[in-house]
């Protein structure tokens, strides 16, 4: 009986130190993509979802052309000390950083402060245009109503908002972008025997629109995953052929 017992405890502390790992240790997922009428090739890296996670040193390592925060990059249980870090270590990449913000971020007041501090864009219900790109990014969340931006004709175009689920309201303005990427799911994050809260991320439609949504990188309320893991994303967009 206690051999039992035992052998069930050590099964149940490997299941969980399994579930940490997945919940802790990112997978770099690469997506090639062509557009048309674009010029070069446009390398981008996409991390949303960080919460209370710190981003690992590897990861400045990445050759990109800028970097997009999608949302919820922290919540309440993050420190100043770990967001720091985490701008401070995406800051040596020595490329632009834009944020979009999710539903968690505004739980922190100094966020707003820190992300100025570090030169980060926050991209709030706003279009900016950059050469070889251009970026929009929707807030939800700053006001009772969905704004809708004026658009760019710079391709590669990218349209990035937190909740996918925004695309109800979001479907007719969406149609010209090249490129729509969101978080917030998590992926259902905890999963068994494939049910879950959510669908796993990856390439979904939405109102008719293609969308990419990412797992996320960090965990909200237990660090735990389960059939899907932290994740972060390189995006390469090209001319089409």
Request: charged content about 25%; overall charge neutral; hydrophobic content about 35%.
């Amino acid at each position: 009986m206690l051999r039992r017992v035992w052998a069930t405890l050590l099964l149940f502390i490997g299941v969980i130190r399994y579930m940490g790992r997945l919940a802790t240790l990112p997978k770099r997922r690469e997506h090639m993509l062509s557009v048309k009428d674009m010029q070069g090739i446009v390398r981008m890296m996409f991390i949303s979802d960080v919460h209370n996670n710190r981003i690992l040193s590897r990861i400045a390592e990445e050759d990109v052309d800028f970097i997009v925060l999608g949302g919820d990059f922290v919540d309440k249980r993050v420190s100043d000390k770990t967001m720091r870090y985490n701008l401070e270590l995406l800051k040596k990449m020595k490329k632009p950083i834009y944020f979009i913000p999710g539903n968690n971020d505004g739980e922190k007041q100094s966020t707003p402060e820190l992300m100025e501090q570090f030169g980060v864009r926050v991209l709030s219900n706003e279009t900016i245009e950059e050469e070889g790109y251009s970026i929009t990014g929707i807030d939800p969340y700053s006001g009772d109503e969905v704004i809708k931006p004026e658009k760019s004709s710079i391709r590669p175009s990218f349209l990035i908002m937190h909740d996918p689920f925004l695309m109800k309201q979001m479907s007719a303005f969406a149609e010209d972008y090249d490129l729509i990427l969101s978080g917030h799911t998590h992926g259902g994050q905890i999963r068994f025997m494939d049910y879950g809260p959510y669908e796993r991320g990856g390439w979904k439609t939405f109102e008719g629109k293609r969308v990419f949504v990412s797992e996320g990188y960090g965990t909200s309320l237990l660090p735990l995953r389960l059939e899907t893991q932290s994740e972060y994303h390189v995006f390469v967009l090209q001319c089409e052929k």
